[in-house]
Antibody, heavy 123, light 107 residues
Framework: QVQLQESGPGLVKPSETLSLTCSVS????????WSWIRQPPGKGLEWIGH???????IYNPSLKSRVTISVDTSKKQFSLKLSSVTAADTAVYYC?????????????????WGQGTRVTVSS | DIQMTQSPSSLSASVGDRVTITCRAS??????LNWYQQKPGKAPKLLIY???SLQSGVPSRFSGSGSGTDFTLTISSLQPEDFATYSC?????????FGQGTCLEIK
């Protein structure tokens, strides 16, 4: 059974770079998109971006200038870097697998999630 | 960006009740709509994909319907473990966007 686990600092100073890693266990990292999603305190979910196992990426335009998502298939990990953080970036950050359902139309969804890691931006 | 709006924002109900939550998209998304359940301090769990398909392992009391801009999630008979926050999410276009969530509370 595939499991995801986020890791990284829980406290980041303003203007610095937030760095998180998601480790994939119990299954292959190949042939899937992998995603980062965040949830500010008391708010809804916000999609940050996807990465395919081959390395191609899609980012949320609202964060694109500050986000980098990368993958290391040999370690079965993918990572998030968010630069120039402010208090507005304080959130629980989740990594998730994107599953593709082949039907009359293709559909995708986030079917497996990590437990989430809380990141606070504060000096 | 496609805006997803859920109603109501919160809902009180009793065990055994039938409950319906609505999600509206700001433009047509065909049937590219997913529903998630989230309990406090936990990650979201996929319930329904493609508007009406039940994810494996999800109880059959959960169902989804709709297409275009209007969608519903129905729980046919609430169980104690169903009290949680429910969110919709569109997979029609980038950026992927979520509704603000509906908090389902025990009456």
């Amino acid at each position: 059974q595939v499991q995801l686990q986020e890791s990284g600092p829980g406290l980041v100073k303003p203007s610095e770079t937030l760095s998180l890693t998601c480790s994939v266990s119990g299954g292959s990292i190949s042939s899937y998109y992998w995603s980062w999603i965040r949830q500010p305190p008391g708010k809804g979910l916000e999609w940050i971006g996807h990465i395919y196992y081959s390395g191609s990426t899609i980012y949320n335009p609202s964060l694109k200038s500050r986000v980098t998502i990368s993958v290391d298939t040999s370690k079965k990990q993918f990572s998030l870097k968010l630069s120039s953080v402010t208090a507005a970036d304080t959130a629980v950050y989740y990594c998730a697998r994107v599953i593709l359902f082949i039907m009359i139309e293709s559909h995708d969804a986030f079917d497996i999630w990590g437990q989430g890691t809380r990141v606070t931006v504060s000096s | 960006d496609i805006q997803m709006t859920q109603s109501p924002s919160s809902l009180s109900a009793s065990v055994g009740d039938r409950v319906t939550i609505t999600c509206r998209a700001s433009q047509s998304i065909s049937t590219s709509l997913n529903w998630y359940q989230q309990k406090p301090g936990k990650a979201p769990k996929l319930l329904i994909y493609a508007a009406s398909s039940l994810q494996s392992g999800v109880p059959s009391r959960f169902s989804g319907s709709g297409s275009g801009t209007d969608f519903t999630l129905t729980i046919s008979s609430l169980q104690p473990e169903d009290f949680a926050t429910y969110s919709c999410q569109q997979s029609y276009s980038t950026p992927r966007t979520f509704g603000q969530g509906t908090c389902l509370e025990i009456k």
